[in-house]
């Protein structure tokens, strides 16, 4: 019930700072603080591209956003054709605010490794360079002991012919993706890399993980 009086609160306070003009509600009260429960916890993978990996955990259960950025690089406020370059360290990622009660980080895990390939070096299908690596970096030492573990039980279990090239690192600065990026799936199902690689991809998903969809 709280989560929702704050859900309330922050649309209505976003509907009135719009109408008169404020500008972004996120930069007056800073990104979600409005929406954040002491229930809520954060999650950050890279996994490729970030328009995929964003399009697959919008539909899970329990996640109350994703949002698509750049972490675990050497320069500040880094830009997409920066990225693209391959030369600043960082890679695409989707931090995760999830609800723990009804999602938890195990079951994260879960879907990040069943999402695409962790065993190709700095690749994902046709997107190549560091900013496509597969990549965990955790929030706190339980999601950091929780990602080592569940990765040597999947390389002892022999999932994949070729070991598991994920890397679990902690975050440092996440930047926020231009706004172009954020929800692209859903504002460009037409667009040639959503239709032919992401669509598939989420239908497979949806298969696999029927139990976890959203039902809204």
């Not at 954040?36 to 955990?57: L, Q």
């Amino acid at each position: 019930m709280q989560i929702i009086i704050r859900k309330l609160i922050y649309l209505i306070l976003l509907y009135l700072i719009s109408i008169q003009g404020y500008g972004d509600v996120e930069k007056i009260f800073g990104e979600s603080n409005m929406l954040d429960s002491d229930n809520f916890k954060k999650a950050t993978f890279g996994s490729g591209c970030f328009w995929c990996t964003e399009a697959v955990f919008e539909r899970v259960e329990g996640i109350h956003s994703v949002v698509s950025g750049y972490t675990g690089g050497d320069i500040e406020n880094p830009t997409y054709e920066q990225i693209c370059s391959g030369s600043t360290g960082h890679a695409e990622v989707t931090q995760i605010t999830y609800d723990p009660g009804i999602t938890t980080y195990d079951e994260l895990l879960q879907i990040f490794w069943r999402t695409h390939d962790p065993t190709t070096l700095n690749r994902q299908g046709n997107d190549v360079g560091s900013q496509y690596r597969s990549v965990i970096f955790y929030h706190d030492d339980e999601q950091k002991h929780l990602a080592e573990r569940y990765k040597e039980d999947l390389n002892a279990s022999g999932a994949w012919k070729d070991p598991i090239v994920t890397e679990i690192v902690p975050l440092t600065v996440f930047y926020k993706a231009e706004d172009y990026h954020q929800n692209y799936y859903e504002n460009n199902p037409n667009q040639g890399y959503c239709a032919f690689i992401i669509a598939p991809k989420l239908e497979k998903f949806e298969k696999v993980f029927k139990e976890k969809i959203k039902n809204d």
